[in-house]
């Protein structure tokens, strides 16, 4: 479940994406999705579980840039 170590062999094999992703999965130290995932923009966040499942009653929110608006705890 090691997501970096994915991405990382994926643009090794195939090369780097042409286009600039709109979301990219943000990993904790461990491997794990981190409790928030917003868009590159940081314009809309939620929360999800360590497994990258998004956690009921956790709408996804427009953040305007402020993603520490939305608590994930």
């Given at each position: 479940m090691a997501l970096k170590a994915d991405l990382?062999?994926?643009?090794?094999?195939?090369g780097a994406p042409m286009f600039q992703p709109k979301y990219?999965?943000?990993?904790?130290?461990e491997g794990?999705?981190?409790p928030m995932q917003c868009m590159m923009d940081k314009s809309k966040c939620w929360c999800v579980d360590r497994l990258?499942?998004?956690i009921k009653n956790s709408?996804?929110?427009r953040t305007r840039?402020?993603?520490?608006e939305l608590d994930c705890s």
């Open positions: 990382l062999k994926s643009i090794l094999v195939h990219v999965p943000q990993c904790d130290d794990y999705y981190a990258g499942n998004k709408r996804e929110r840039g402020k993603p520490e």
